[in-house]
């Protein structure tokens, strides 16, 4: 099926550090979702972003729209342990209206 | 507000058989749709109904279907089950609209249900 090009897959970093990861995509989008993902369980909802540009943080956590609907990013400020998760965007296709959502990027932080 | 709910959250069942599984959306939300996830494949993405209709459907076979009550409760079947069919199966409910003139496009997991097939 489709999917978005999420970066990068896989990352370690240390306590305390900033993690930076993107999704990009061949299509136009009028939502970027991103979430978060522990094992066992279903995606948590960390932010949503609705307009090109838009810039939205929630504690820790900052994401961009970009200004050319095609990707997002979303940045992890001073990383603490329970951070560890797998962290999925999702875009919503302007098109067909489906959600896609992106590989994930598996996060781990060494205390 | 109560979130999206599934049940069962673990099954297991053996080849052939059929199965049925059940989500509970956030209360007043409309729009329903289901997730796939396995380790190879990711999130992939099954069918979406909004009151009461299949609005969207993904590229699986028609062994899995779907519908959705008028209370917006969705279930979901999957017939003559395969082994490739074990996989973590995620509900999401969407409020859908907009609410002071900005749109509340979200999607709300389910904790999944785990189905094992063997």
């Known amino acids: 099926g489709q999917q978005l090009n999420q970066s990068p897959q896989s990352m370690f970093i240390q306590e305390g550090e900033d993690v930076s990861m993107n999704c990009t995509s061949s299509?136009?989008?009028?939502?970027w979702l991103w979430y978060k993902q522990d094992p066992g369980e279903g995606p948590v909802l960390l932010i949503a972003?609705?307009?090109?540009?838009e810039l939205t943080s929630n504690g820790r956590l900052t994401a961009q729209f970009g200004i050319t609907r095609k990707d997002s990013f979303l940045n992890i400020s001073a990383s603490i342990p329970s951070d560890v998760g797998i962290y999925f965007c999702a875009g919503r296709d302007s098109g067909t209206y489906k959600y896609i959502f992106g590989t994930g990027t598996r996060l781990k932080v060494l205390a | 507000k109560a979130g999206v709910t599934q049940t069962p959250r673990y099954l297991i069942k053996t080849r052939g058989q059929q199965v049925t599984l059940s989500c509970s959306p956030i209360?007043?939300?409309?729009?329903v749709s289901w997730y796939q996830q396995t380790p190879g494949q990711g999130l992939q993405f099954l069918f979406e109904y909004f009151s009461e209709t299949q609005r969207n459907k993904g590229n699986f076979p028609g062994r899995f279907s779907g519908r959705q009550f008028s209370n917006s409760r969705s279930e979901m079947n999957v017939s003559t089950l395969e082994l490739g069919d074990s996989a973590l199966y995620l509900c999401a409910s969407s409020p859908e609209g907009t609410s002071g003139g900005r749109a509340t496009d979200t999607q709300y997991f389910g904790p999944g249900t785990r189905l094992t097939v063997l």
């Open positions: 972003l609705y307009k090109a540009g």
């Open positions: 299509s136009i989008f009028n939502t």
């Open positions: 209360s007043g939300h409309r729009s």
